[in-house]
């Protein structure tokens, strides 16, 4: 097995991003009890499924790009390797894409695809919750990664859902431009090769014709997953789409264009988004990931009945990604939850490739991946029974004519947003804001700047009083519904008592 423990997974451009939206959307703190009907993919439309019924085997064992290769199996999981293999199709538009996301999506061009489904499953058929999580792998570092998986595995495995992870793109598959590469780190040399490459004794017989036909080979894939493929007999009850940076701008046009189409997952969970949706590209190109980054702002279509989930990085609001843009209000298929205090990515991401990265301050080492996981938790919810998730207060940003700014406190920590306990009893400033070096991956990293000890002093006065403080906040944020009584005890190790005076 080949895990390389890299996670340049990370959306990549320098390119400037403004806004010339200066609406400053507000939403509540307050919890909602709303119980709506969602919508269920089981009845969607007949349509090509993937043939998974060819076990990939040989080589060197599966490559992955992950922050923790020992994760697998550690709950009682075991990990399969699968061949998708169809006729895809890709999709051309019609019209202009605007604001509210309604655009209107054509199948265009046929083409046969071959590429990689990995399945991450329960051992025992009884612990299986019904839920499978199907990741568009992230490629932004030149090798497929799995962000999500990175961030909620915990989640994913106590609670006994299946995680997918689909080679969609051609550069995992095929090889390409790397959009973010970061030296020095071990198995870098990978990056924008592709799995035919890597290992062609057991990718060798791959194929992906084009990053237009991402989109059909995901919902092909869905759609064998609906009906057991590749799941050793389990059946789903529901499959969620899921992705992050790149992915999630994948997906914002996946649900504006495709999912009216094809309705083929039950719900979305869309982390670190941009501003826009990705551009369709013609047959045998790749992704413009930096094109997407100056597209049309856009929101989630609000006549689709299919639940999303947003969760966003106080990177994401401000910097180039751009989300800022695309804030729209919470709604019955709708919620967006911004977390202050967090970057792009962050140490749980970057794993052990931090100390390669010198990006001037220390990396983000934040707990965005704990309300991750409660925001996972509370889809799943929603899908089953109906009862939406918590609203959540919005991060406290101006707009201006140069773009967005995030408000801060003297500590420099953000305003507003999701609160979290190291944000809120903090002996460091976590932060989104860019760092002092102006490489690419630095500018998505964030930092965790540590208080001088005469400011500790000023906020404590004994090491007891910033226990119990901290302590207090962890059960706030868990009684908020924005981190799980399960992840209690890893909120409370982001506490650093040490540096307090006794």
Request: proline residues 6%.
């Amino acid at each position: 097995m080949t895990r390389i423990a890299i996670a340049l997974l990370l959306v990549a451009t320098v390119a400037a991003c403004s806004s010339s939206d200066d609406t400053k959307d507000r939403a509540s703190s307050t919890s909602s009890t709303t119980t709506e009907p969602v919508e269920t993919a089981t009845t969607a439309p007949a349509g090509p499924k993937a043939d998974l019924s060819n076990e990939l085997s040989g080589g060197d064992g599966v490559f992955i790009a992950t922050a923790d290769p020992d994760v697998i199996g550690k709950a009682g999981y075991v990990e399969r390797e699968y061949a998708a293999e169809g006729t895809a199709t890709d999709y051309k538009e019609q019209g202009e894409r605007t604001k509210d996301g309604r655009w209107t999506f054509e199948p265009d061009h046929h083409a046969h695809y071959r590429t990689r489904v990995l399945v991450r499953a329960p051992k025992k058929a009884s612990d299986f919750d019904g839920t499978v999580i199907e990741e568009w792998l992230n490629v932004s570092g030149g090798v497929d990664a799995e962000p999500e998986w990175t961030n909620g595995y915990e989640e994913i495995e106590r609670s006994g859902a299946v995680w997918v992870g689909v080679s969609a793109q051609r550069i995992g598959v095929e090889g390409g431009p790397v959009a973010v590469s970061v030296s020095g780190v071990p198995g870098a040399d990978a990056a924008g090769k592709g799995l035919k490459k890597i290992d062609p004794a057991r990718y060798g017989s791959l194929e992906q014709p084009g990053d237009g036909f991402s989109f059909d080979i995901m919902t092909q894939v869905a759609r064998a997953l609906r009906g057991g493929a590749g799941l050793d007999g389990l059946q789903p009850k529901r499959v969620i789409a899921a992705g992050e940076s790149q992915s999630a701008f994948a997906l914002v046009s996946y649900y504006n264009g495709v999912q009216p189409l094809v309705h083929a997952f039950d719900g979305f969970f869309i982390h670190s988004r941009g501003g826009s949706g990705i551009p369709l590209v013609a047959p045998g190109k790749y992704a413009d990931i930096a094109g997407s980054l100056g597209g049309t702002a856009t929101i989630f279509r609000t006549d689709v009945d299919t639940p999303v989930m947003d969760i966003q990085t106080e990177t994401d609001a401000t910097s180039v990604i751009g989300s800022y843009a695309a804030r729209q209000d919470d709604s019955k298929t709708f919620r967006l939850w911004e977390v202050a205090g967090t970057a792009h990515a962050d140490t749980r991401l970057v794993g052990s490739s931090s100390k390669y990265i010198h990006c001037g301050v220390p990396i983000n080492d934040g707990p965005m991946h704990i309300v991750m996981k409660a925001a996972l938790h509370a889809l799943v919810t929603w899908l089953d029974t109906g009862k939406a998730p918590r609203t959540a207060p919005r991060l406290d940003v101006t707009a201006g004519t140069t773009g967005p700014t995030q408000n801060r406190d003297a500590d420099g920590i953000a305003l507003g947003g999701i609160r979290t306990p190291p944000v809120d009893v903090p002996v460091s400033a976590l932060s989104g804001a860019t760092a002092p070096n102006p490489s690419t991956i630095c500018l998505l990293l964030g930092s965790d700047k540590p208080f001088t000890p005469q400011r500790i002093a000023q906020l404590y006065p004994s090491r007891a009083d910033y226990r119990q403080r901290f302590d207090k906040a962890v059960d706030a944020t868990i009684k908020a519904g924005f981190a799980l009584p399960a992840d209690r005890a890893a909120l409370l190790a982001f506490a650093k008592p040490d540096q307090v005076p006794a």
